[in-house]
T-cell receptor, first 113, second 115 residues
Framework: AAGVIQSPRHLIKEKRETATLKCYPI?????VYWYQQGPGQDPQFLIS???????DKGSIPDRFSAQQFSDYHSELNMSSLELGDSALYFC????????????FGDGTRLSIL | AQSVTQLDSHVSVSEGTPVLLRCNYS??????LFWYVQHPNKGLQLLLK??????LVKGINGFEAEFKKSETSFHLTKPSAHMSDAAEYFC?????????????FGTGTRLQVTL
């Protein structure tokens, strides 16, 4: 079965650079979520989209923005990168129906030098 | 607000012995609860989910969990551990009875399986 696809898998950037992470949800899933997992930490919710509209917002820095496109894929844009942004970024998708769980991609590991 | 507390940060069992990973939840209303597993450098895989149906939930790879409202617990169990079960396990809660809302993760329990 098709899963959530994230790209790139690994990304190395320097401080103050920008980065764009992409997420392709499972077909027919209409909701996308972004999470950040720091080293040895549990995942923290950043932001979510339903039908291309932002549906919920968590601890996402103002330097980050995200959107969901007409084909339901989503992009997380990160600017003025800081050392503390080094983390594993997960995308998850779900269908907005009762009891449908979120399915996660394998994540993008972002390293800031 | 919803939250989960995983009572053990690290659990070590011998291969072939039972596994018990403990989780307590706090929620203003009937929650949806999940267990996810994360192998090193991998994504999060759903083990099982509870969404107000049967209180005993069976998941993949022989895992199951029982929702106990009176104890506000959702402990994960497996009768016999396998080496491949070694991973980080997260107890997760989401708001309301649906799942189209953000997940709140516990701090994780690292399961070690020894020979």
């Amino acid at each position: 079965a098709a899963g959530v696809i994230q790209s790139p898998r690994h990304l190395i950037k320097e401080k103050r650079e920008t980065a764009t992470l992409k997420c392709y949800p499972i077909p027919r899933h209409d909701t996308v979520y972004w999470y950040q997992q720091g080293p040895g930490q549990d995942p923290q919710f950043l932001i979510s989209f339903y039908e291309k509209m932002q549906s919920d917002k968590g601890s996402i820095p103002d330097r980050f923005s995200a959107q969901q496109f007409s084909d339901y894929h989503s992009e997380l844009n990160m600017s003025s990168l800081e050392l503390g942004d080094s983390a594993l970024y997960f995308c998850a998708s779900s269908s907005r129906q009762e009891g449908q769980p979120q399915h996660f991609g394998d994540g993008t590991r972002l390293s800031i030098l | 607000a919803q939250s989960v507390t995983q009572l053990d940060s690290h659990v070590s069992v011998s291969e072939g012995t039972p596994v018990l990973l403990r989780c307590n939840y706090s929620s203003s209303y009937s929650p949806s609860l999940f267990w996810y597993v994360q192998h090193p450098n991998k994504g999060l895989q759903l083990l099982l989910k509870y969404t107000s149906a049967a209180t005993l939930v069976k998941g993949i790879n022989g895992f199951e969990a029982e929702f106990k409202k009176s104890e506000t617990s959702f402990h994960l169990t497996k009768p016999s551990a396998h080496m491949s079960d070694a991973a980080e396990y997260f107890c997760v809660v989401t708001g309301g009875t649906g799942t189209a809302s953000k997940l709140t993760f516990g701090t994780g329990t690292r399961l070690q399986v020894t020979l």
